[in-house]
């Protein structure tokens, strides 16, 4: 009983320590703790115009030339398309922040909300479509990558900001006014792959090694068993390292228990060696000493 009782405290807190940290790396929403630890709400500009460049990366000349292509497509369609061009989002992500605007600026027509913006953050190298409800249905999230990743980032590449945000705007158009993209013929190459994925490599290749010293340390079942709980706790914890750090510290509580159990087995196993012992060697001598007595005789 000594030994359930002290498994669960054991289990308990690893539990309560890896939920801490867990907050503390801003793996938010938590199942137990709703309060997300971030910083201040990043700065958010009004919204005076389609164009909102905090950077002065366009000249005047080039946001009016954005400006009047978009005021003519919300003329003609009704909804709204914006530009905010940042330096960098800071400790938010930038869906995260992308979002905040969406919100806070209001696009789309009210009942519908068909608006889009379009966030590049320069410093950060990062771009995000934040598209409407009203809009999902025709720029669905792998469109508005595509749009991105294949006609605004070979742009910003270039150093030309412009002519990027000139041909995403133009292709979102052409998608809501119901035509298909062209096809670029575009293929990533092995570098563009890597860093594209960079942040699940190393979480992933250390799943990978764990996974392979499991199927042949405790065979299927075991292995059936720890994937089972790593998928409950990213469930829980909304985030694939912690799901991956949490599944090690279990496998580390396994093995630490398991070697406990084993000293305890080692020493049950010497207490009884040592019981057998004395009461054969207590058998023998009262053996012998009848064996004298029947002699004596």
Known sequence: MFHFKFRIVLFIGLYVITAGWNLKMENSPYILFKEEWKAEDPIIPSLRTQITDTTSTLTNAQKSSLTDTLIAFEKRKGSQIAVLIVGSTGDWAIEEYAV?????????RKGIDDGI???????????????????????????AKR????FMIPRFREGNYFQGISDGIDKLILKIDGEE????NKTPTFLEVINENSEYIIPY?????????????????LFT???GIGLFFYLLAASKI???CYVILFIAYIVFINKINEKMAKKILLEKDFVRFHRIRRGFFTFGKSQLLFLEQ
């Open 117 to 143: 913006l379009i966030v590049v953050a320069i410093q950060d190298h990062k771009t995000r479509i934040e598209v409407g409800y009203g809009l999902e249905g025709t720029i669905p999230d792998a469109i």
């Open 205 to 221: 290749s250390v799943l990978s090694i764990f996974a392979a010293i499991l199927l042949m340390a405790g065979g299927i079942i």
């Open 225 to 227: 068993i720890i994937v």
């Open 181 to 184: 993209l062209p096809e670029t």
């Open 242 to 244: 912690a799901a991956i």
């Open 147 to 150: 749009i991105i990743e294949e």
């Open 100 to 108: 905040k605007v969406f919100e806070t600026w209001k696009l789309g």
